[in-house]
């Protein structure tokens, strides 16, 4: 990134957005006395989270069971790319790995029969993301527990594990069906018309979920015929003559701009939107009365972020804290939480511990 002056920083923009709210500390976990000060931070913690490889923490004695030893109440979460058991489980696992692997891939993209037909990945790293939220889901499912209990516990979680629950219907039709579902690309599996259209000025979306949604949509473009033609008549009908319908509709669609469409048809009841870049979704009124952009502090100086999603009632959220420098809170921690004085940091230092 670059600060106001417009220099460029050491803080890049993928580091600012995993980042924000932190505080970092950097030991030496190789060392005997880096060991010794993580299993004294565990004694006071509620959730430890570690992303090495299976096994790795175990060699160097910060396992689970390690941390249990001094903490019986630890809560352990292990994020890896194929979990702690099963013949992949050492291997290291990348959120591309998990998206083509778990069956993602091959249900995004082009269909075979279209121009550019082929399997891709999502532009964000889903897998890593996803497999985040499961993580906060069970720290908190496991705070409740400890909480009745007194247990601590060890929890497994996998990016591939996520991803194939991710797929969430795509994975049930095939279980109950024995076929794998297919690419289709901007079209909705089980829903038509839901898909992307050109307006005369480019492309938009448009999400007809149900039959009242499709007579509104009939009714505003003049093409009642639509609607009482037995092959569009319900869901199941659209769905199975999807092509023509979508011929038809292009027509239509075609003969107006883009924000003519979006503007009205939601105002008669009916889905769509525009497909937005970036920069027109953080600009959108709906983004901007939602309050999707954020200012944080860093060391160089303000920097954009994007606002956590949820709306919290009594306890908002507060952006006052942005990404930390690496190891930049290591005395401010080590003080607050184990007592060390100057003296024992610097001896600390000295050894390299931290």
């Known amino acids: ?50 992303n090495f490889k299976a096994g790795a923490l175990v060699e160097k004695g910060l396992g689970y069971e390690d941390l249990k030893k001094v903490n019986p109440a630890i809560i352990y979460i292990s994020i890896t790319g194929f979990g702690q058991t099963g013949p992949m489980a050492k291997q290291p696992g990348y959120d591309y790995l998990a998206q083509a692997l778990g069956g993602l ?34 720290a908190l499912s496991s705070l409740i527990h400890r909480n009745n209990t007194g247990e601590g516990q060890h929890v497994d ?13 795509q994975a049930m039709y095939y279980l109950v069906s024995g076929t794998s579902p297919a ?12 898909q992307v259209f050109e ?24 093409r009642d015929d639509l609607r009482t033609d037995e092959r569009f008549v319900a869901v199941r009908n659209r769905n199975a003559n999807r092509e023509s ?43 901007q009365a939602r309050g999707t952009r954020v200012e944080v502090q860093t ?6 972020g994007v606002a956590n999603p949820i709306k919290f009632s009594a306890t908002p959220i507060q952006y006052d804290m942005g990404p930390p420098l690496l190891g930049e809170h290591t005395e401010e921690v080590l003080a607050e939480k184990l007592g060390l004085s100057s003296e024992d940091i610097a001896r600390l230092r000295t050894d390299n511990i931290i």
């Open 1 to 50: 990134m670059t600060n106001g002056d417009g220099g460029e920083t050491n803080e890049s923009s993928y580091y600012l957005a995993a980042n924000r709210g932190k505080r970092s500390i950097t030991l030496n976990i190789n060392s005997d006395g880096g060991r010794h000060i993580i299993k004294k931070l565990a004694e006071q913690s509620d959730i430890v989270i570690e």
């Open 105 to 138: 891939m091959s249900v995004t993209g082009r269909a075979d029969d279209e121009t550019g037909a082929g399997p891709v990945r999502t532009g964000i790293a889903v897998a890593d993301l996803s497999t985040g939220m499961y993580a906060t889901v069970a």
């Open 157 to 169: 979680l996998a990016l591939l594990d996520t991803q194939m629950a991710m797929l969430a219907n």
């Open 183 to 194: 690419r289709t690309g901007s079209w909705h599996p089980n829903l038509a018309p839901y």
């Open 199 to 222: 307006a005369a000025d480019g492309p938009f979306i448009l999400a007809v979920g149900n039959d009242s949604q499709f007579a509104s949509l009939c009714s505003w473009i003049g």
């Open 245 to 287: 319908l979508a011929t038809q509709l292009q027509t239509v669609f075609a003969t107006e701009p883009k924000a003519h469409w979006i503007t009205n048809l939601p105002l008669n009841g009916v889905p769509c939107a525009a497909v937005n870049s970036v920069e027109e979704a953080f600009a959108q009124p709906q983004a």
């Open 299 to 304: 060391e160089s100086g303000p920097a954009p």
